[in-house]
Nanobody, 118 residues
Framework: QVQLVESGGGLVQPGGSLRLSCEPS????????LGWYRQAPGKQRELVAG???????NYADFVKGRFTISRDNAKRTLYLQMNSLKPEATALYYC????????????WGQGIQVTVSS
């Protein structure tokens, strides 16, 4: 079973930056899309940003202009650059690799904590 390993989280002051990374333990064929989600205490998991196999990006309104999703195909790694962080960004962040053919499979990371606080 392929595992996704996240890194780059931690504690940062408001206005600061963090870069999250997500790397699979093995190659995943026929990826359809990749994304970052987050879940704050007492709230549902929500989409932060996504990128299609063709490179099209989409962002939640609350991060537009501050977060950037990207992928390094050679390293098979997904990134999320987070700038101008706000305290409400505090949450567990999860990466998702999705495949829809030949079977529909969702691969989730284990979650990494991001805390924005002074």
């Amino acid at each position: 079973q392929v595992q996704l390993v996240e890194s780059g989280g931690g504690l940062v002051q408001p206005g600061g930056s963090l870069r999250l990374s997500c790397e699979p333990s093995d190659y995943i064929f026929n990826l359809y899309s990749l994304g970052w989600y987050r879940q704050a205490p007492g709230k549902q998991r929500e989409l932060v940003a996504g990128i299609s196999s063709g490179g099209d990006e989409n962002y939640a309104d609350f991060v537009k202009g501050r977060f950037t999703i990207s992928r390094d195909n050679a390293k098979r790694t997904l990134y999320l650059q987070m700038n101008s962080l706000k305290p409400e960004a505090t949450a567990l962040y999860y990466c998702l690799f999705r495949r829809i053919w030949p079977t529909k499979d969702d691969y989730w990371g284990q979650g990494i904590q991001v805390t924005v606080s002074s």
